[in-house]
């Protein structure tokens, strides 16, 4: 959510007054009227095809002229003119417009105000959108965007790509053009209080409105860098995972700071004029999302652009990222920066799994870290806090599979590894003799149906905050 659009300059300059046009289209009971306020020629560009599509994504409600002029430039080949719609969901003035007109390559550019739902619907707003090459979400309440899902106005802009124009926003109308959005409809979210419950009422979403091409899977935030707003994606990228909001259980988190902008080509590549962007990926099962607890989740991809960089969108790297992870609800430090891993050949975990590293307390059945979401095989890491600890991870095993656990134990101590049914009898157990002495177990399946299932690492002798890493498989 933005601040208000309520600041927005009236006035315009003398050359540009003389190609004003205001209108008001109609009004709704107990709204204001629709407000649209034209700028530059009366008469639409009109040609058989452009040359798009090319999207804007700002981390601030303005216009930055670098990304808006390659945006025009993409759309109409380098040769005519685009007409642009702003779409505003409060506020008077022109301010988008006001930069946009005098831009090489535009015919006109029309603000439109539309102060309720249904406003999604006027024909005129329609028309505006559909006769335009780009249109542009302004700052302000996202929230007011995603009442417009299901309306006429959805459909007109998605029809806008479609014939080779493009689309953007800023702020709140950056997180409007993302497939998953952050809509804010109950308060603002900040990243300690989504880390804290990643289910806290500041967080929801609205999906199904815009999937632009090669754009799937997204969760767009804003103002980044300025107002901290990493540990919040986290939690985003996390809920859209573990919620189902994305397909293929991978989430990537886009946040762009203030000032800076991605300006997306139609080939899927991202470049990024101004200080910073990040995409912020979560590919696997968070191991510990639920209601009023706080987030676990290991190891996200991160990358870090700067003014000049460049991120595939459509073909996305699996290299170059850095890693930091959220454990109870606390972050790495350095959040923001990082030394971006360039071969990921031996990046954890080699088998492709997922990572959990031990959340406690989770020292009895009832108090188990739930590793069932996991993507196995997985490793599974934690100490023997004391010589008492015992360390409980509960999973799912259905008809027929194998689960498979080996354990490296450190040599600080020697721990046991025992595997219990549902109701915590012992099934198999392995309990190898020594400080550094390694433990497995195996077991198959034959009931039919799913059942519950606790891995218990018991320390036996000694203690020490040196890690035990479990390798964790089903077949």
């Known amino acids: 959510m933005s601040p208000s659009r309520n600041s927005r300059r009236l006035a315009v300059t003398a050359a540009a007054a003389a190609l004003l046009t205001v209108a008001p289209l109609g009004v709704t009971a107990a709204h204001a009227q629709v407000t649209r306020v034209r700028q530059g020629s009366a008469t639409d560009a009109s040609r058989a095809s452009w040359s798009g599509p090319a999207y804007t994504m700002n981390g601030s409600g303005g216009i930055v002229t670098a990304t808006m002029t390659k945006a025009v430039d993409a759309i109409r080949g380098?040769?005519?003119?685009?007409?642009?719609?702003?779409?505003?969901?409060?506020g008077s003035g022109t301010p988008e417009c006001d930069v946009i007109t005098p831009l090489a390559g535009v015919n006109s550019c029309t603000t439109l105000t539309l102060t309720a739902a249904n406003d999604g619907n006027n024909s005129q707003v329609n028309t505006d959108i559909r006769n335009a090459e780009f249109v542009y979400f302004a700052g302000g309440d996202q929230c007011r965007y995603v009442a417009w899902k299901g309306t006429a106005l959805e459909a007109s802009v998605e029809?806008?790509?479609?014939?080779?124009?493009?689309?953007?926003?800023?702020?709140?109308?950056?997180?409007?053009?993302?497939?998953?959005?952050?809509?804010?409809?109950?308060?603002?979210?900040?990243?300690?209080?989504?880390?804290?419950?990643?289910?806290?009422?500041?967080?929801?979403?609205?999906?199904?409105?815009?999937?632009?091409?090669?754009?799937?899977?997204?969760?767009?935030?804003?103002?980044?860098?300025?107002?901290?707003?990493?540990?919040?994606?986290?939690?985003?990228?996390?809920?859209?995972?573990?919620?189902?909001?994305?397909?293929?259980?991978?989430?990537?988190?886009?946040?762009?700071?203030?000032?800076?902008?991605?300006?997306?080509?139609?080939?899927?590549?991202?470049?990024?004029?101004?200080?910073?962007?990040?995409?912020?990926?979560?590919?696997?099962?968070?191991?510990?999302?639920?209601?009023?607890?706080?987030?676990?989740y290991t190891n996200f991809k991160i990358w870090k652009l700067t003014n000049g960089q460049s991120y595939d969108f459509a073909n996305r790297p699996t290299c170059g990222y850095y890693l930091r992870s959220v454990r109870a609800g606390v972050p790495d430090a350095s959040l923001y920066s990082g030394t971006p891993i360039t071969d990921c050949s031996t990046t954890p975990p080699p088998s492709g799994g997922s990572t959990f590293a031990e959340v406690e307390s989770n020292d009895s059945r009832t108090a188990a870290n739930d590793i069932s979401g996991l993507t196995f095989p997985a490793t599974v890491t934690g100490d023997m806090k004391s010589t008492s600890d015992r360390d409980y991870f509960s999973l799912t095993l259905g008809s027929g599979q194998t689960l498979t656990v080996n354990c490296a134990v450190p040599a600080a101590y020697d721990a046991d590894l025992y595997l219990l049914n549902a109701s915590g009898s012992t099934l198999t157990r392995s309990v190898n003799d020594g400080a550094g002495a390694d433990e497995s177990v195996t077991l198959t399946r034959t009931a039919s149906g799913s059942a519950t299932y606790y891995l218990d690492l018991e320390a036996y002798a000694g203690s020490g905050t040196a890690d035990y890493s479990c390798t964790v498989a089903k077949s």
């Open 78 to 90: 380098g040769t005519g003119a685009i007409d642009v719609v702003v779409i505003a969901g409060s």
């Open 159 to 296: 029809s806008v790509v479609a014939k080779g124009g493009g689309v953007g926003g800023g702020s709140a109308g950056h997180h409007v053009n993302s497939d998953v959005v952050y809509d804010a409809c109950t308060a603002s979210a900040t990243s300690s209080g989504a880390l804290a419950d990643p289910y806290d009422r500041s967080l929801t979403f609205t999906t199904g409105m815009f999937r632009w091409p090669n754009y799937a899977g997204t969760i767009n935030d804003s103002h980044f860098v300025t107002r901290d707003r990493m540990g919040r994606t986290m939690a985003f990228v996390a809920r859209a995972v573990k919620d189902g909001l994305v397909s293929g259980g991978k989430a990537w988190g886009v946040g762009v700071e203030e000032g800076a902008s991605l300006f997306v080509d139609r080939a899927g590549r991202a470049t990024l004029s101004g200080p910073s962007a990040y995409v912020v990926l979560g590919d696997h099962q968070p191991e510990v999302a639920v209601a009023r607890q706080p987030l676990t």
